[in-house]
């Protein structure tokens, strides 16, 4: 089984992560993320071939529709302020982070 069917993706998610593999793999994806990190951390949106990726979900769209590739970095710091989100809006507790890059 592969990782994400694990997580509860499933034909299709894998279906289309293969296609977009091939574009991150012939060097042709860059970040759909609405926020690169890597871009912000002065690099660019491309992803090199070979460096961990995800689908970026388009949260917009609904559930199941993606943005297209992304950076493992970016996506998961989307995901975790979007989880952050959900929970305070349910009045969950949310963990607090320290914004990284600022000193006191």
Do not use: F
């Amino acid at each position: 089984m592969a990782r994400t069917a694990g997580r509860g993706y499933g034909g299709r998610h894998q279906r289309l992560r293969g296609q977009v593999r091939q574009q991150v793999d012939a060097g042709e994806a860059y970040c759909t993320e609405v926020i690169c990190l890597e871009e912000l951390d002065g690099r660019s949106r491309w992803i090199e071939p070979g460096t961990p990726w995800h689908l970026a979900h388009d949260r917009a769209a609904g559930p199941g529709m993606y943005l297209g590739p992304a950076h493992e970095r970016c996506n998961t710091s989307e995901g975790a302020a979007w989880g952050n989100a959900q929970r305070a809006r349910s009045g969950e507790e949310v963990a607090h982070v320290e914004p990284r890059g600022i000193v006191c």
